[in-house]
């Protein structure tokens, strides 16, 4: 009895090290509570154990998706490899995958999603594995997914549900989204199990290091695909809120002032030297500018949407807000932004749509760009504007442009340039980023947390 409670003591240590290492602030208090919460429920019902720990150890719902990951290592569903999976478990394709599409199909549109879970353990086993090795060398989720297709059964499902009479009320298109979305659950079903089975192999901590996908905050734009994408614009209110209230702060101590020094030592001199009364510096109340030149090309964009959704949900901190969009033209977009902020997923859409961003080719051109807005939208900045450029710095051997930017930096109070690529990268290839770090401040901003501190510490006050 001893030695299961200290297994899961140990189990449970690991769990908080494993969050802690993907940015999870844990703390002692935290994970003293997660402890009382797994001896009271005990581990019989481990779905029950699950949400236990997970109210006890997170701080928000965009941590959840790691927090089951993790989960599913450390408190596993079973041990080794069940002795219901067809094939050898070899990595040869067992003669029953059609079999197993048929079942599948009818889980997926009963909504069964305790039989989907066999399911996923059936096809890992039979489909998965991988290497020549007596019981495989390891278990691929995407082998898997490959050979047994799920997607292929949207259609299926659907007729299946509509025959069941399951579908009444639901519209075509919501009923396929609802069949779409089981299809994902099983999907990660599948994930979770060849984790499951890799993390025997090579043991559990690595896997939770190298094979958990992160928060959402700490993907890298350039590599965040559309689901990861559209999580992280769900995070912007809540971003924009906490900012919001960081700089209101900084607001209010820049309003009181700093001591004047001289004024201060010269009224000590009434009071023998002692400064009784310190003189403050006062500062102007106004509200800074800002003006953001974002690159929507490519990769890129997805990391200029964001930025630009999270400075216009900041539009109250500042006097003005102006945003312009380039390719290898650049248009002012502040209008789209400011009446479809709603639409967030769609704003890459609505810029191409109503802006002009390209000439004569659809590659981008910093230099031509910049040049443009400098001599259209020179006005744009002045000695209370801060000048935010967001982008690659990858130039596709056009010419930079040096003195454009030179010029708006002479204009502006500040200009920074966030970079989304790694620093290691900048130079390579066609990117100009070196060049540009010479004549502005130019910062790697790789993640929606790198951007957040950013924000915080840069956006003028």
């Not at 400064?275 to 510096?281: E, G, S, T």
């Amino acid at each position: 009895m001893m030695a299961a409670g200290t297994d899961v003591a140990a189990r449970l240590t690991a769990l908080v090290a494993a969050l802690r290492s993907h940015g999870v602030r844990v703390g002692t208090g935290e994970t003293v509570d997660a402890a009382r919460a797994a001896q009271a429920l005990g581990l019989a019902d481990r779905e029950l154990l699950r949400e236990g720990l997970a109210a006890t150890l997170l701080h928000t719902t965009g941590q959840r998706r790691l927090f089951d990951q993790v989960f599913d290592l450390y408190f596993p569903r079973g041990v080794g490899a069940p002795g219901s999976e067809p094939g050898d478990g070899r990595g040869g394709e067992p003669a029953g995958r059609e079999d197993l599409r048929e079942r599948l199909a009818a889980a997926l549109a009963a909504n069964d999603v305790a039989l989907m879970g066999r399911l996923a353990i059936e096809a890992v086993g039979g489909l998965g594995a991988y290497g020549s090795s007596p019981g495989s060398d390891g278990w691929s989720a995407y082998q898997t997914l490959e050979r047994l297709r799920p997607q292929t059964l949207l259609a299926r499902v659907r007729d299946d549900v509509r025959a069941r009479g399951g579908g009444a009320g639901f519209a075509d298109r919501l009923l396929e989204d609802e069949i779409r979305r089981r299809i994902e659950v099983f999907r990660g079903q599948v994930a979770a199990e060849a984790r499951r089975r890799v993390a025997e192999r090579r043991g559990r901590d690595e896997i939770a290091r190298r094979a958990v996908a992160p928060t959402a905050d700490r993907v890298d734009f350039l590599y965040a695909g559309r689901d990861r994408l559209a999580e992280l614009r769900r995070t912007v209110r809540p971003l924009a809120r906490t900012l919001a209230t960081r700089l209101a702060a900084r607001r209010r101590r820049a309003a009181r002032g700093t001591i004047d020094l001289r004024r201060t030592v010269r009224g000590s001199l009434s009071t023998g030297g002692v400064p009784m009364r310190p003189v403050l510096r006062r500062r102007r109340p106004a509200r800074p500018e800002l003006v953001l030149l974002c690159d929507v090309s490519g990769s890129v964009a997805g990391f200029s949407d964001f930025t630009m959704l999270l400075v216009q949900a900041l539009h109250d901190q500042f006097s003005k807000v102006r945003v312009f969009a380039f390719v290898n033209r650049i248009d002012e977009v502040t209008g789209l932004l400011t009446h479809g902020a709603a639409d967030a997923e769609g704003l890459s859409g609505r810029i191409r749509e109503h802006s002009r961003l390209t000439g004569w080719h659809d590659s981008s051109d910093y230099g031509a760009a910049l040049g443009e807005f400098a001599e259209r939208y020179g006005a744009a900045v002045g000695p209370r504007t801060t000048v935010f450029v967001l982008g690659d710095a990858r130039t596709n051997m056009a010419d930079p442009n040096l003195p454009a930017l030179r010029r708006i930096a002479g204009q502006a109070r500040r200009v920074y340039w966030l970079n989304p690529e790694p620093r290691a990268q900048w130079g390579t290839g066609d990117s100009a980023a070196p060049d540009y770090a010479e004549l502005v401040a130019m910062y790697e901003c790789r993640t929606a947390r790198q951007l957040g501190a950013l924000v915080s510490r840069l956006l003028p006050v």
